[in-house]
């Protein structure tokens, strides 16, 4: 299989298919930790397969990118074959962590468990009262989900926690790279559970937003986008921080 790759310092960088590479890679890591699309969008077959930045945003000023236009059953099948690829990989006693919204939530926490990992909880991460308001009728849909586990037991942490069970941090829209990018501060906290020096696998990278943190953090970090656009986006973000690090 063919399929680009990048080293930059502790990261190494792939662009392709995450389900094709990952049957390719065979170097164990300490944590998965990833934002892979949702296919929530959308209440008909229509709407689901409208681009993401028509979807989402309109008129958006970002790169739209791949597999977001699956229907619930489709996602959980194919959510199920990335991650028993990636439970392959990670260690014993290293976590899972993946983001959802509240409409994919408990799709999420069986497919994590279908995928062999064991489901330990979900953390709420509070983009606070500037996130995008609903009509008045609604409830704000301020929040976002890190449904996270492990592979097997998880010994006492002997670097810190217990770790905070609610994430609050606030998007700043002109900090973005990616449609749906989080705020690198946000994954600083994410990764502090995992044993310092270890290695960090996101296979859906985005805009390295995961990689900036973990490079940033001391930690080594294997990426995945399948977007040539991000992907570029991803090695000129990464090698900016190595050379700053």
Known sequence: ?????????????????SLEILRELNEPVDALITDPPYSSGGMNHGTRTQSPGVKYIKNSKYHDFFGDNRDARSWAFWMTQWLSQTRRLVKLGGYAMVFSDWRQLPTLTDVLQAGGFIWRGVVPWDKTASSRAPH?????????????????TLIKCRHGGPWPGLM???????????????????????????????IVLDPFMGSASTGVAALRQGYR??????????????????EKIYLTF
């Open 136 to 152: 008045t009728g609604y409830f704000r849909h301020q929040c976002e989900y890190v449904v996270w586990g492990s592979v097997g």
């Open 1 to 17: 299989m063919a399929f680009q790759q990048q080293t930059i310092g502790p990261a190494t960088l792939y662009c392709g298919d």
């Open 221 to 238: 970090f294997i990426g995945i986008e399948m977007s040539q656009e991000y992907f570029d986006i991803s090695c000129q973000r990464l």
């Open 168 to 198: 609050q941090k606030r998007v700043i829209p002109s900090e973005k790279l990616h449609m749906t990018g989080k705020p690198v501060e946000l994954m600083e906290q994410l990764i502090k559970p995992v044993i310092p020096g270890g």
